[in-house]
């Protein structure tokens, strides 16, 4: 408890210190915790020290995890809930139990599932924010639009900011694995440009930026980042 406790401490210090040095505000970066393959112990532990957003990459796991959750949760502390989020690769028949689980989905990664999320959210009766994974690096093995080499992308993001249920509100990607995390900069930026010039066009409110993991967080911050998704830093032995 202390050691998450202390590790949150560090993580936050490390947040607020990117910010500032790209002279942003540290309260417009919001840390989710990631929580994927962590008992539901710990996710308590983490809400009880303030973390309030968490992350899980799939929904099998989040199936198990996040009712069990709540249940403690709300006996403890009703009404503090956490957002949920969504980070992993959503596949289409796990569409409706994402729905039911999540807050907010940060890998809608084609416009096959935009309408699917969309429809399940309508018949749900409520509207999901959502935002778009792209595959900035051009890694093959890495899910998303291929935002910079799909000539029709901006058609698509237009497609999907029509549809009912959901709330496109920004972009999300997942730097390369490298040895030195500056490599990782140019991926970021890149993503950040993107959401400015769909910006510019009007088509989507592109508010959000997810992206920076445990070892390019800081990186990402510099180059724009309004949401940090940070497993090992915040949860793994020191
Ligand atoms: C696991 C995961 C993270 C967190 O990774 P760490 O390196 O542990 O911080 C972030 N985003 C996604 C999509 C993940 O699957």
Redesign the pocket.
């Known amino acids: 408890m202390l050691d998450l406790a202390d590790a949150i401490v560090r993580v936050r210090e490390r947040i607020a210190s990117a910010a500032l040095r790209a002279g942003r505000d540290p309260a417009k970066v919001r840390l989710i915790a990631?929580t994927?393959t962590l008992p539901v112990e710990v996710m308590v532990k983490a809400h009880q020290l303030g973390l309030c957003d968490l992350?899980e990459?799939r929904v099998e796991e989040a199936l198990d995890k996040i009712p069990n959750f709540k249940s403690q949760i709300s006996n403890s502390a009703p009404g503090s809930m956490p957002g949920f989020h969504m980070?992993?690769h959503l596949q289409s028949r796990k569409v409706r139990d994402a729905v039911a689980l999540f807050d907010m989905v940060?890998?809608v990664d084609s416009l096959k599932l935009a309408q699917k999320l969309s429809q399940a959210c309508t018949e749900a009766g409520r509207v999901m924010p959502v935002l778009l994974e792209c595959n900035v690096s051009g890694e093959a093995s890495k899910y998303g639009f291929q935002a910079l080499a799909e000539r029709d992308f901006f058609a698509q993001v237009e497609a999907m900011a029509a549809l009912p249920g959901i709330h496109v509100e920004g972009l999300m990607t997942?730097a390369p694995i490298v040895s030195d995390p500056q490599q990782t900069r140019p991926v970021f930026a890149a993503l950040r440009q993107l959401g400015e010039r769909l910006g510019r066009l009007g088509t989507a409110s592109m508010r959000q930026l997810s992206m920076g993991?445990?070892?390019d967080f800081e990186i990402a911050i510099e180059e724009g980042a309004t949401m940090v998704?940070?497993?090992?830093?915040l949860f793994a032995a020191p």
Do not use: P
Request: hydrophobic letters at 35%; a positive charge; zero cysteines.
């Open positions: 990631v994927k992350g990459n980070i992993g940060h890998s997942m993991m445990t070892d998704r940070i497993g090992r830093a």
